[in-house]
């Protein structure tokens, strides 16, 4: 195994993340950096003054891993996620459930809102997720004084006759909102309006950035220091828009949740059940039947648990063979339940369709666990496979059943592909990553 100091050398001098590990395989520590060299050298340097907790977690390391990133940005993105995912025991910040906020815009209603939300509406057009809520707070209302766009909750019709009596609120008066709400505006102009904010956000932003700076230096000569100051800090809350991740790259699935109980209770009259309380979901990732690995989520109650989920090292699989591999995982997986005599989750969710349930099934049976019940769902067409139905079943995409089922799924496969997106760039680089923590 190297010497974690001399890894620590040879790291690149670029912006990523880096995993400490002890000579389990197991992750003590998940950190950012914008030198990932200099950064992890400082933890093995003669003179570093680490406080206690530190100094004791660099006593236990005898690996690094890294993972590069696009910027300090995606550095602390995939940071954040990392830590939630792994639950590193000397990471204290950022284990708990609070999110990164995006800037949603309601795209679904006929006069949009712009909000800050840490919870949005999958329907609407988001943009982040902001790595600065307070900098994304105060863009806010820059943007608003730009492109006039309404913050209010109100529910606004155009063919509502009643608007024409609407008074509009204070924000109208002071040049701040257009007031659909009281038909000051056309629904095609106004989207118009939305329009245009969202290619500024996509973007082009720099006719207005440099107009900013301009101003800001005319007033600085003037020596008016206080409005400069005050524009200064308008162009930074601007600039800072750029300050985000990718919303399909940095995906934070906890921020898209389901109504659970409704969920829970149509599945459990789907399969059968008194009710469901627990569910265990299983999926694969691999890269061309190398470095196979599977991935086990928990969900108690309709939501996830994250220190139930586990990571397999698929042992006894040659090549690409998603049934035995998912086979493995939940032999593995339910003899150890039953050898140390564990609850057993109600349902057990694969990625898949026939065959891996067959395996899953063959598995339980092989582990002589009973009393789980067992379905598949097939990504291409979202069908559920059940035991004894020899056809799949289709549900309503607005099924809080299904909704619930896709949610499981999703996370089962977004928790095997993220660890393994590190396997297969070390991978690329001829270049052997270490075990995944929780590794089982």
């Not at 950190?31 to 206690?52: E, I, M, Q, W």
């Not at 830590?83 to 950022?94: E, Q, V």
């Not at 099934?361 to 009393?371: D, H, M, N, P, T």
């Amino acid at each position: 195994m190297p010497d974690p100091k001399a890894t620590a050398r040879d790291l690149p001098k670029k912006p990523g993340c880096y995993l400490m590990k002890d000579a389990a395989g197991s992750v003590l520590y998940v950190g950012k950096a914008a030198d990932l060299r200099s950064r992890v050298s400082s933890y093995f340097a003669d003179a570093a003054d680490l406080a206690p907790d530190k100094a004791r977690m660099v006593a236990q390391v005898a690996a690094i891993d890294y993972l590069e990133a696009a910027s300090e940005v995606d550095a602390l993105l995939t940071e954040a996620r990392l830590i939630k995912d792994l639950r590193p025991p000397f990471n204290i910040r950022l284990l708990d459930d609070k999110s990164f906020p995006y800037l949603e815009l309601t795209t679904a209603e006929e006069f949009p809102g712009v909000y800050f939300s840490r919870q949005p509406d999958p329907r609407s057009k988001l943009f982040g997720p902001f790595v600065s809520p307070r900098d994304l707070r105060a863009a806010l209302p820059i943007l608003q004084k730009i492109f006039k766009f309404r913050t209010c909750d109100l529910e606004i019709h155009e063919a509502d006759p009643k608007r024409r009596f609407q008074r509009p609120c204070l924000l109208h008066y002071i040049d701040r909102c257009y007031a659909p709400c009281a038909a000051l505006i056309s629904r095609e102009e106004y989207r118009g309006t939305i329009r245009r904010l969202q290619r500024f956000l996509e973007g082009k932003r720099r006719p207005l950035l440099s107009t900013m700076r301009r101003q800001m230096m005319e007033l600085s000569d003037a020596r008016r220091f206080e409005e400069a100051a005050h524009l200064r800090d308008q162009l930074r809350a601007i600039e800072s828009l750029a300050e985000r991740g990718v919303l399909d790259v940095h995906v934070q699935p906890e921020v898209f949740q389901q109504d659970p109980q409704a969920g829970l209770k149509a599945l459990a009259k789907l399969v059968g059940r008194d009710q469901i309380r627990t569910i265990e979901g299983c999926d694969i990732a691999n890269l061309s039947g190398r470095e196979t690995v599977g991935s086990l989520v928990q969900f108690v109650d309709g939501r996830p648990f994250k220190a139930g989920y586990r990571r397999f090292r698929i042992k006894s699989v040659e090549g690409q063979n998603d049934f035995a591999a998912i086979g493995e995982v939940v032999f593995r997986r339910f003899s150890r339940l039953k050898d140390e005599e564990q609850t057993l989750p109600d349902l057990l969710l694969i990625d898949g369709g026939a065959g891996q349930l067959a395996a899953a099934v063959e598995a339980l049976r092989a582990a002589g666990v009973s009393g789980v019940t067992a379905l598949g769902l097939a990504k291409r067409a979202e069908e559920i496979y059940l035991v004894d139905r020899p056809a799949p079943l289709s549900l309503p995409r607005t099924s809080p059943a299904l909704k619930l089922l896709q949610y499981v799924r999703d996370e089962a496969h977004r928790f095997a592909q993220h660890y393994h997106h590190i396997l297969r760039r070390k991978s690329l680089l001829g270049e052997r990553a270490a075990a995944p923590n929780k590794l089982s």
